[in-house]
T-cell receptor
């Protein structure tokens, strides 16, 4: 069974500071990994995903994440936070085979950006 | 940009009543999903649907739940006899493939409150 753990349900940073949101996964096979963002009253929007190939993945809005197999991690970073980054962020893992496309989510991290 | 829409945004119902949550997936997508998020808990997979039948379902998706694509655009989730514990945010999603690498596009959710 797959699982995802996001350390820190709430993270607060100052505008311009580094954003680091942590995600660790558990999977018996190499996973496909996703980060989604949810702004208030909106759906989950894909930020980026890792499938195969380069382990550093760049996404929208200046975010990137690095897949580290040895650490079973897929942390999300952004060098400089902007007020508009305030939202809830979800890490998710998908199956490796094509039996279905069920996403398993972490608990989410609410990012707050202080002026 | 195409998006998944859901109606209503908020549904209040009495315990034991039937509810139907509606979704309009992205028009060229063939795979459809329902997830739910109980307040304070993780987003959980309920069911995936393709070619007018369920592809996969979780153990949450018991006999009180059903899904349907009644026409060429809508995708619905029916809860036959609601329970207090069905109170949650329900998300619809769609994708153009069923592989683990395919991105699921989420709607804004329907908040179901069972009294």
């Amino acid at each position: 069974a797959q699982s995802v753990t996001q350390l820190g349900s709430h993270v607060s940073v100052s505008e311009g500071a580094l954003v680091l949101l942590r995600c660790n996964y558990s999977s018996s096979v190499p996973p496909y990994l996703f980060w989604y963002v949810q702004y208030p009253n909106q759906g989950l929007q894909l930020l980026l995903k890792y499938t195969t190939g380069a382990t550093l993945v760049k996404g929208i809005n200046g975010f990137e994440a690095e897949f580290k197999k040895s650490e079973t991690s897929f942390h999300l970073t952004k060098p400089s936070a902007h007020m508009s980054d305030a939202a809830e962020y979800f890490c998710a893992v998908s199956r490796i085979n094509n039996a279905g496309n069920m996403l398993t989510f972490g608990g989410g991290t609410r990012l707050m950006v202080k002026p | 940009e195409p998006e998944v829409t859901q109606t209503p945004s908020h549904q209040v119902t009495q315990m034991g009543q039937e509810v139907i949550l509606r979704c309009v997936p992205i028009s060229n997508h063939l795979y459809f999903y329902w997830y739910r998020q109980i307040l304070g808990q993780k987003v959980e997979f309920l069911v995936s649907f393709y070619n007018n039948e369920i592809s996969e379902k979780s153990e949450i998706f018991d006999d009180q739940f059903s899904v349907e694509r009644p026409d060429g655009s809508n995708f619905t989730l029916k809860i036959r006899s609601t329970k207090l514990e069905d109170s949650a945010m329900y998300f619809c999603a769609s994708s153009d493939g069923l592989a683990g690498t395919d991105t699921q596009y989420f709607g804004p959710g329907t908040r179901l409150t069972v009294l």
